[in-house]
Structures are given as C-alpha cells and as structure tokens.
C-alpha cells in the first residue's frame, strides 16, 4: 500500500491515464493488417524465425529483402514485430495490444517529463482553496491529450506505425534520463550513458529520432543556463546523429527519400514548407475529418491564401515563443519542442507521394500538448479576471473535458475505420475523392478480394487522376489480365514501363502476359529485361525458365532454374520444375540429386518426397519408391500419394494393402477414375469379379470416356457371357484409342458364330 502522498498521486494519475488510453484504442483489437502491413508483417519471412534476428540488422536485409521501399532501417521495430509473430503468429490481436502497450507506455513517460518540466511550487485555483502541485496539474492533463488525441489513430492503430510510437518510447526515456542525470546523485554517470544508449535505439526504430539532440540543446539553454556541462554533454548526442545519418547517406541515400518528388523551385519550395506546417498545426488544434491521404497542391506563389494565413500564424507563435522564453520557460520549450520535431518533415525534403501523413505527428504532438496543458492550466490559476471572465477556473475546467470528450470520440470513430481495408479505403476515396493514392489502394483491395472488374475500374480513376502513376498502370494491367483482356493488359504494362523503366515488375507482369498469349519469343525477351534490373529476381529466372522448357531450349531452362535457386535455397517450384525436367529428358539420377537436395534444406514438404518416390518408380526401385510416397503421406501429402502407393503395392503382389491405399486416395479425392479403375483391376485379377465389375462401372461413373475402364468392364463382361455388353464397350475402348480392345471385340464374336 502506497503510503507517502506525493507516490500516491502519481500511482492515482497514472492509473486513471492507463485506463482512459486502453478504452480509447480498445476497439482496434479486432482490426485486421491494412495497407502496408501484409507485406512488411504478415507476408514477410524473414519475421517467422529467430534464426533472422541476426540478418534483419544487416545493410543488405534493408537493400535487397526488405519488403518495403529501400531507404529506412528499421531494424529494432522489425525485431518487435518478429517477437510478435513468434508470440501470436498471424493473429493481428496480439500485434494491436503490443501497439497499445507501446502507447501506454509513452502516455506515461509524457506524464513524467511534464513533471520534470514544471516548477515545484504550490498554487491554488481561484475560489476555494485547492492546494495542489502544479506538476500534478499540467502533466496530467498534457499526458492524457497525448493518449486520446485523435492524430495518433495513425500510428497506433495502423501496426507497421509501431516504428513512430517505439522510436518515440526511447526518445522520450533518453529525454528523461539525460534531465535527470544533475537530479540523481551519485548516478549521473549511469543516467547520462542509459540516455545515450536509448537514442541509438530511437534512431534504430524510426530516422526522425535523430532531433534528439536539438531537443536536449534547447532544454540546456532554457532551463539550465547555470548548467557549464549542459551543452558539452549534448555533444555526443550530436556525434550519434552525424554518424547515423552518415550512414544513412552512404547506404540509403538520406533519412527520407520520394524518387516521385518533382523539382518545384525555391520560391514554391519555402511556400509549401510554410503551408505544412499551417496543415499540421491545424490538425493538431482540430484533428476531426482524418485522412490517410490528404493532397497537397504546390503553392505557386508565396501570397497563396494558404501560405499567407500559415505565415501570419506560423509568426505569431513564434513572437510569442520568443516572448515568453525568459517567464514561461515551459511554454517556450514545448513550442520549441513542436517545430524542432515536425522540422525535417514538413516536406524539406518534398514527399511529393504523401506530402502530409497524420503519423509524423506522434513524437511533435507531445509539444502541443505541452503547450495546451499549460494554457488551460494557466487560465485555471489565473486570480485575476481575464476578459471579464469570472470563474476562469470552471471554464478552464470546461473547455478541458469538451476537449477531452471531443479528442476521445474523435479518436473510437477514427479507430472503426480502420475495421477493414474495404471500410478504410473507401472512405479514404470518399474524404479524398482527388486522390490518385486511395484510388490505387481501392484498387489492390479489390485485386485480393478477387473483384477484378471493380479493381480495374479504381485503377483506371488512379492513372486518370494521376496519369504518371506507374504502379497504378501496373496494377490495372494485372487486373486486365484476371478478366483475360490481354491486349489491354499488355498496353497498360507499358505504359507503365515508359513511366518507369526501372520497375522489374512491370517487365515481368508483361513478359508473363506474353507467356501467356504463347508469344514466347517476347515472353523471353522482357523476362530478360527484369532479370537484368535486378540480377537477383528468382521469379524472373524462374518463369524464364518454364518458357524455354515450352520451347524445349532445355540446357538453357536448367540453367536458370539452378540460378532461381542459388538465389533462394528453399525455392520450392524451382527444385520441382528442375527436377521435373530431368525427369522429362531421361537424367534420373541427376532429378534424384535435385529432390534429395531440396529435402536437405526443407524435410517436411511433402511435394519433394512425392518427386522422390516418381523418381524411383521410374528406375524400377520399389521398395525405395514406397518408402519415399510413406514419408509424403507422413508429411501430409494428398490423395496422388496414396494413389502411388497403391500402384506400387499392386505392383508388388501386395493387394491387401493396395485396396487400402486407393480407397485412402478416393477418400480424399472422391472424382479419381484412375482409382476405381485399379481396384477393379485388383479385384479381377483375385478373381472377385462382381466387385471388380462395380469399381469398373464406377469409374465410368466419374468419366464416361475412360478408355481403359470400358476396356476393363468388356472384358469382365466377355467372361461373364454377356456378349452385347461387352461389345458395345469395346467398341467405345476402341473409339477412346484402347486399340487392345479389338481382341476383346474378336473374341465376342467368334463366340457369337
């Protein structure tokens, strides 16, 4: 039982900021992976072992197979969402709360550096005396906005947004800890070290962490100007993020990067950096109408209305700022907090593709909340009559749980949005309706969900609205291809590569659609195109490699599917295509090679073992053959399996155990002629004709042009005396190009005459 007054009412804030934030957030639970998440989460091999942990901190990881645009390195986030996936596999409920958590989690620790923030002295409210810290006040009320606030349904709803909150959750520790290095005596050395440490990890969750230090020099310089080490000890901080972005420059060309960015002139530039920074101060104030594509036209003049009204604003506040810096050090520090953050993403760099994003508000929107808390609480305490207002204290009072009504509803709404990637985008496209970006969104929704017409037609709205979209003409020409107008698939491919000629995509998408016409030659020609955008694309190698089998070029088909699986050693339908076509060109002992290899490096896929056990067949070696279709029914293989063992055993002489593996494969594939066939054969041939005339006549069932099962039942029939029958079914054997039931048909008629 927390006793001393001062724990208790941390223990009391923080316990209520726990609940309110967990209600809040608590229908995202059920939300599925939207946008970006299939991909980088859910589709992503690399997060289904431990194994990877190791790699997914390598440069090459981030270059070559991440499955996200190359630029960021992510690699702690990655390593969460690999935990993650160890804990709750591909169930996103587990994903959400860890998202939830993480939020929590930064909830408190604003709740704390609010503390460190305010001075320590006692006031009371007007009226009645209600004598209460003011730490208490300001740092409640600023931690609880930052938990309901409506901007951050982005980052904490959206799963692959837990780079924003997790890179936030060491930024604001290493924050804390370095402020608390002068407060804790005898472990300043400890404190310091622990919040350099935690920058490196911010850093390593999301790049925009890297403001650390111009946050710490401004906390120096406002509130520890008696401070002589203060700015030294922000150095090494400096160090980090010269180095980390040294890195980033080398590797990955920059901390952020748009290739769709256009040149747009100085002028303009300054225009659009003023005018985001009016969009994003706006959403902060009113976050209703959220958007998860918000266009951005370029200003072509900085007396725009846009620009001119963000200017005005953007000066006014700071005037303030540097008004206020000396008497209401907290409100210049928070303000200060808020640009310095939002800074290098107020389209410096110009994100021509998603110019404003709600989530680049998370880490900045602690600052505004700062700076709100401390208007509402300064008007709380205000004992003079501001305006003529007479109790500022009540409409202080006021004006917070409006606030806090609004920014919690605002936020539940937000949340149900983002129940589906149909609801989500669909209202995207409705709140954006000029937005090429949700259209192609819309569009990939449809896509895998299989309504392909629908998908075609968002598609078309993209490039329509945005007519150098390549992706967009990529992803209508696989559409096109799904309704089999292939002619338009073809034309939408390239036009899409005269926007793009570096998409290896977009020239396997059209080389496939060649294929698919039986242009082979073509086909082969824009195989080769991506193979040499990118040397490592085993499905180009692949399907090039399946084309020049068609072709029966089949030295130069082995030898790319050879290299498809240097590329990646577990490529399942490259092992079996090789092996295959060894098979198909009489080298056995080399197909044996290929299906032993593959089982080295995946023992528990059934297909390989099935390969294995055709390969013996082929060579003769039965028992090796059985042992091999044994171990893929073991390992869960279908029906085919069974079918092979129960030829093998007929073939052995053991009947017994035949009958029980066809009837197995029947089990599980009901329609297999084939099958009703054998038994029949077995049952004939252990001299039970009246079972083996129903399994004849049950295969015919299934296939009335069976040939060998109209031969089969003939003969049946010729030893059972019925000669009319048995004639007209060789007669039809004969007409289904089972030549042998000619003798059938001579013998009913010797008997005849």
Known sequence: MIKDPFLKNHAFAVSILIIITSAVFFNTLGN????????????????????????????????????????????????????????????????????????????????????????????????????????????????????????????????????????SLFFLSAFLLFVKRSD????????????????????????????????????????????????ALTLPFYVVMFLFLAFKFIFFGGVESDVTSPDIGLVSHISLIIKTLGVYIWLLILPFNLTAERTLDVPASILEPGVLISGIGLIAILTCVILSMKRKKMFAFSAFWFFITIGPLSNIIFLASRPIAEQRLYIPSAGFVLVLAC?????????????????PA????????????????????????????????????????????????????????????????????????????????????????????????????ITAINIDSEDKETYYNLANAYETLGVYKMAIRFYGEAIQKDSRYKEAYYSMGNVLAETAEYEEAIDLFKRAIEIDGEYIEAYNNLGSLYVNTGRIDEALRVYRKALSFIPENPVFYYNLGRVYFIKGELPKAL??????????????????????????????????????????????ADAYNRLGLIYRRIGKYDKAEKYFERALKVDEHYGKAHYNIAAIYLESGRKKAAVRHALKAMELGESRAEDILRAAMEKTE
């Open 184 to 231: 804790t005596a005898g472990k300043s050395g400890i404190c310091y070290l622990s919040s350099l440490m935690l920058f490196i990890l911010a850093v390593v969750s999301k790049e925009t962490a890297f403001t650390l230090p111009f946050i710490l020099t401004a906390y120096t310089l406002l509130f520890r100007r008696g401070d002589c080490k203060g700015p």
């Open 627 to 672: 042992r091999a279709f044994e171990a893929a029914a073991r390992k869960g293989g279908g029906a085919d399996v069974y079918f092979n063992m129960g030829v093998i055993l007929s073939d052995m002489g053991m009947f017994k155990e035949a009958v029980s593996k066809f009837e197995k494969s029947l089990e599980l594939e009901p329609n297999e």
């Open 32 to 167: 599925p992976f939207m946008w970006d998440d299939r991909d980088l989460i859910a589709e992503n091999r690399y997060l289904k072992s431990p194994e990877h942990i190791p790699y997914i901190f390598t440069v090459r990881y981030w270059q070559n197979d991440h499955p996200g645009s190359v630029g960021p390195y992510r690699p702690l986030t990655t390593l969460s969402f690999l935990v993650d996936h160890i804990i709750w596999g591909v169930s996103t409920y587990g994903y959400h709360l860890t998202n939830i958590i993480l939020h929590i989690i930064n909830v408190i620790l604003i709740y704390f550096l609010a503390g460190t923030l305010v001075p320590q002295r006692k006031t009371s409210l007007s009226g009645p005396k209600l004598s209460l810290p003011v730490w208490v006040g300001i740092p409640f009320i600023s931690a609880l906005l930052f938990a309901i606030h409506p901007i951050h349904t982005e980052s904490v709803t959206w799963i692959k947004n837990r780079s924003d909150i997790l890179a």
């Open 394 to 493: 009540r409409l202080a009072g006021a004006f917070f749980i409006i606030i806090a009504l609004s920014y919690s509803y605002g936020t539940w709404s937000r949340n149900r949005d983002w129940r589906s990637p149909l609801v989500f985008w669909k209202e995207t496209v409705k709140d954006s309706p000029s937005s090429s970006r949700a259209y192609y969104n819309l569009g990939n929704v449809y896509s895998r969900r299989g309504r392909h017409r629908e998908a075609a037609d968002a598609f078309e709205e993209a490039v329509r609205l945005w007519p150098k979209h390549g992706y967009a003409y990529n992803n209508l020409g696989n559409s096109y291809m799904k309704l089999g107008e292939y002619e338009k698939a073809i034309k939408a491919f």
């Open 375 to 391: 208007a509402l609480w300064g008007l709380a305490v205000n004992h003079t009559e501001p305006f003529g207002i007479r109790h």
